[in-house]
C-alpha cells in the first residue's frame, strides 16, 4: 500500500488553465506538505499544512492554493497556469511531536505547461 | 531565515571510490538532521542525525552530525553505479508545524 500518494502521476496542460493535484496518506500523519522540485532539481517548501495552521512560503505565487477536506488529504490548487509552473510536486506528510519526525514523499507529480 | 549549504553540488566518482558529502547549516531551534537520497522519483529517507558525534550506518553509508560547528557529513565507501543520485540533507526545528527545508542536494554520478 503507498503511503503518501499523488494523482495525477503526470499532467500536460496549457497556459491559463487551472488544475489540482490531489494528495493523500494513510499514515494517520497530521501534517502534510507540498514542495516544487523545478529543472535543477531544487526542492523547495511551498505549504506546510495541519489542523492548526498553514504556513505558507511568501516565494509562493498566490494562483496556488492548498485545500485539505480531511487530516488525510491535502490537495494543491493551480490558477491561471504559467510556463514556470512546469516542475514535479511532491507532497509529504510527517507525524508532529515524538520521535519520528521522518517525513514521507509521494512518488511526484509532473506538472508541464505548455 | 534558515540556510543549508550543501557540497559538492556534484561530483563524479569512480566505482569503488569514498566520496563524503557535506552539509552546513543555521537553523533556529535545531532538531535534528536528515539525509534522503533521490533517485528518479522521490526522495527517500536515509538517515536521521540528533546527536552530536554518533555515527550512523547503514551498509556502506555512514552520517555524523556536529551540532557545534553545525554541519553533517554522508559518506559513502566502496561506490557502487547504483548510488549515482541526489543527495538532499534537510535541518529539522524543534517545532510542530515545521517544514523541511531542503538544501539544493549534491548530484553523485558513480561510473564504472
Known amino acids: 500500500d503507498t503511503a503518501v500518494s499523488q494523482t495525477p502521476k503526470y499532467l500536460v496542460t496549457q497556459m491559463g488553465n487551472d488544475k489540482s493535484i490531489k494528495c493523500e496518506q494513510n499514515?494517520?500523519?497530521?501534517?502534510m506538505y507540498w514542495y516544487k522540485q523545478d529543472s535543477k532539481k531544487f526542492l523547495k517548501i511551498m505549504f506546510s499544512?495541519?489542523?492548526?495552521?498553514?504556513?505558507i512560503n511568501e516565494t509562493v505565487p498566490n494562483r496556488f492554493s492548498p485545500k485539505s477536506p480531511d487530516k488525510a488529504h491535502l490537495n494543491l490548487h493551480i490558477n491561471s497556469l504559467e510556463l514556470g509552473d512546469s516542475a514535479v510536486y511532491f507532497c509529504?506528510?510527517?507525524?508532529?511531536?515524538?520521535?519520528?519526525?521522518?517525513?514521507?514523499f509521494g512518488e511526484g507529480s509532473w506538472l508541464t505547461v505548455v | 531565515e534558515d540556510k543549508v549549504v550543501q557540497s559538492p553540488l556534484s561530483l563524479v566518482v569512480h566505482e569503488g571510490d569514498t566520496v563524503t558529502l557535506n552539509c552546513s547549516y543555521e537553523?533556529?531551534?535545531?532538531?535534528?538532521l536528515l539525509w534522503y537520497k533521490q533517485e528518479k522519483k522521490a526522495p527517500t529517507f536515509l538517515f536521521m542525525l540528533?546527536?552530536?558525534?554518533i555515527e550512523k550506518k547503514s551498509g556502506r553509508l555512514s552520517s555524523i552530525l556536529d551540532k557545534k560547528e553545525l554541519f553533517s557529513i554522508l559518506n559513502i565507501t566502496a561506490t557502487q553505479t547504483g548510488d549515482s543520485a541526489i543527495y538532499l540533507c534537510?535541518?529539522?526545528?524543534?517545532?510542530?508545524?515545521?517544514?523541511?527545508?531542503f538544501g539544493k542536494g549534491t548530484r553523485l554520478s558513480v561510473i564504472a
Open positions: 509529504a506528510s510527517r507525524k508532529t511531536g515524538g520521535a519520528g519526525n521522518t517525513i514521507y
Open positions: 499514515l494517520g500523519h497530521d501534517t
Open positions: 499544512y495541519n489542523n492548526k495552521e498553514l504556513i
Open positions: 537553523v533556529t531551534n535545531f532538531r535534528s
Open positions: 540528533t546527536s552530536s558525534g
Open positions: 534537510a535541518p529539522f526545528r524543534n517545532s510542530g508545524n515545521t517544514p523541511l527545508v
